[in-house]
């Protein structure tokens, strides 16, 4: 190492570009909107084979003034990892780009596709809080949302189509990666019950998918009545319309995904009170509430640098939910002291089942 101002003058600059990155941290966000709403990983999947930057611009909806500045946007998405580029010496060292694993994920028909919950997590109606943030914190509204808006998300969703249709979009394409997962590592879960109620199910993905795995099961999807208006139900699926903090329909299960994080503990612990009351028992079955959601490690816990991403992932999660819900991301002990409080007598962790979340079976 140099002198001591040398090293100085490195940290010093080290840390103007940690703060930069962070200020311009956006622009990777929407960069890969636009690249999405431009149509350009449709446009290279169809292509079926890495397909030449003049090919590509040829082939999108823009100006022809814009069409110089395709491959600046193509640069920065490949160095987030979104494409892959090769140079071609049949075409005159012209690049041309494929998708990788990620861009496949944000393709319109993929089955696992994560496009509705990009379109919702930054559309204005979301992003729009976060500038409201600083106020938020000092003054007594529920959320940067409520302040913005003059309403709860939910309230907002349930006379706002579009935001409710990217809702129910992205919660259904959560489902296959769940179920690619669940059933294989967490089969037994759901086995000896005789009926299921997925709380907050929505248009009933995984409802589908736990009623086609287990005919024998009775399963309802239950949701606030704009949510399953008009849906049909057939075989051993059935939807239901209510309010899960009035009442719950009895089961032998209770499904919460992803559910509980959306609200405060004041508000879980009702939550968990009406699961309880819900869950039919007898001496040769007994019931359980099935939740899935986010274990965040303890604030003092040693995070490797493996971990680090992951553990960011789960952070960004918990803000949101602190912006737009007034919700939270909850460590083990946080779990636990809402499963007690609600008058349940013991839970069991499979920590990180599920990528980012894990599973709780919590019994009463």
């Not at 160095?79 to 494929?98: M, N, P, R, T, V």
């Given at each position: 190492?140099?002198?001591n101002g040398?090293?100085?003058?490195s940290k010093?600059?080290?840390?103007?570009?940690?703060?930069w990155?962070?200020?311009?941290?956006?622009?990777?966000?929407?960069?890969?909107?636009?690249a999405i709403?431009?149509?350009?990983?449709?446009?290279?999947?169809?292509?079926g084979?890495?397909?030449?930057?003049?090919?590509?611009?040829?082939?999108?909806?823009i100006h022809?003034t814009k069409?110089?500045?395709?491959?600046?946007?193509?640069?920065?998405?490949?160095?987030?990892?979104?494409?892959?580029?090769?140079?071609?010496?049949?075409?005159e060292?012209?690049?041309?780009?494929?998708?990788t694993?990620?861009?496949?994920?944000?393709?319109?028909?993929?089955?696992m596709?994560?496009s509705?919950?990009?379109?919702?997590?930054?559309?204005?109606?979301?992003?729009?809080?976060?500038?409201?943030?600083?106020a938020?914190f000092?003054n007594?509204?529920?959320?940067s949302?409520?302040?913005?808006?003059?309403?709860?998300?939910?309230?907002?969703?349930?006379?706002?189509?579009?935001?409710?249709?990217?809702?129910?979009?992205?919660?259904?394409?959560?489902?296959?990666?769940?179920t690619?997962?669940?059933?294989?590592?967490?089969?037994?879960?759901?086995?000896?019950?005789?009926?299921?109620?997925d709380v907050?199910?929505?248009t009933?993905?995984?409802?589908?998918?736990?009623?086609?795995?287990?005919?024998?099961?009775?399963?309802?999807?239950?949701?606030?009545?704009?949510?399953?208006n008009g849906?049909?139900?057939?075989?051993?699926?059935?939807y239901?319309g209510?309010?899960m903090?009035?009442?719950?329909?009895?089961?032998?299960?209770?499904?919460?995904?992803?559910?509980?994080?959306?609200?405060?503990?004041?508000?879980?612990?009702?939550?968990?009170?009406?699961?309880?009351e819900?869950?039919?028992?007898?001496?040769?079955?007994?019931?359980?509430?099935?939740?899935i959601?986010?274990?965040?490690?303890?604030?003092?816990?040693?995070?490797?640098?493996?971990?680090?991403?992951?553990?960011?992932t789960?952070?960004?999660?918990?803000m949101?939910m602190?912006?737009?819900?007034?919700?939270?991301?909850?460590?083990?002990?946080e779990?636990a002291?809402?499963?007690?409080?609600?008058?349940?007598s013991?839970y069991?962790?499979y920590?990180?089942?599920?990528?980012?979340?894990?599973?709780?079976?919590?019994?009463p």
């Amino acid at each position: 190492m140099g002198s001591n101002g040398e090293y100085c003058a490195s940290k010093l600059l080290e840390s103007q570009t940690h703060v930069w990155n962070h200020i311009f941290s956006y622009i990777n966000s929407m960069s890969l909107k636009c690249a999405i709403d431009l149509g350009i990983p449709e446009a290279i999947h169809n292509y079926g084979q890495p397909m030449p930057l003049s090919q590509l611009i040829s082939s999108l909806q823009i100006h022809p003034t814009k069409s110089q500045f395709i491959h600046r946007l193509m640069r920065i998405l490949t160095h987030s990892g979104f494409f892959s580029k090769e140079i071609s010496l049949k075409s005159e060292l012209e690049s041309s780009y494929a998708l990788t694993d990620a861009s496949k994920l944000l393709l319109k028909d993929h089955p696992m596709s994560l496009s509705p919950f990009l379109s919702a997590m930054l559309d204005p109606i979301l992003t729009k809080p976060w500038y409201k943030l600083p106020a938020w914190f000092q003054n007594n509204s529920p959320t940067s949302f409520y302040m913005t808006h003059g309403m709860t998300l939910w309230d907002y969703a349930s006379l706002e189509p579009t935001l409710n249709k990217y809702f129910n979009d992205a919660m259904a394409t959560d489902t296959p990666f769940i179920t690619s997962v669940l059933f294989e590592k967490c089969k037994g879960v759901f086995e000896g019950l005789e009926s299921l109620v997925d709380v907050g199910g929505g248009t009933g993905t995984m409802t589908k998918a736990i009623a086609e795995k287990f005919p024998q099961m009775e399963c309802i999807a239950f949701d606030l009545p704009h949510a399953v208006n008009g849906l049909q139900g057939s075989g051993n699926i059935k939807y239901v319309g209510g309010d899960m903090f009035e009442s719950i329909p009895p089961s032998d299960g209770i499904l919460l995904k992803f559910i509980l994080h959306d609200w405060p503990d004041e508000k879980c612990i009702k939550i968990l009170k009406k699961c309880k009351e819900a869950i039919t028992r007898s001496k040769e079955r007994k019931g359980k509430v099935i939740v899935i959601d986010m274990v965040v490690s303890d604030d003092d816990e040693k995070i490797d640098d493996e971990d680090h991403k992951s553990i960011e992932t789960q952070l960004f999660f918990d803000m949101l939910m602190m912006v737009e819900v007034n919700g939270k991301e909850r460590n083990e002990k946080e779990w636990a002291n809402l499963i007690f409080s609600a008058g349940f007598s013991d839970y069991k962790i499979y920590f990180s089942a599920l990528g980012l979340r894990s599973l709780i079976e919590i019994f009463p």
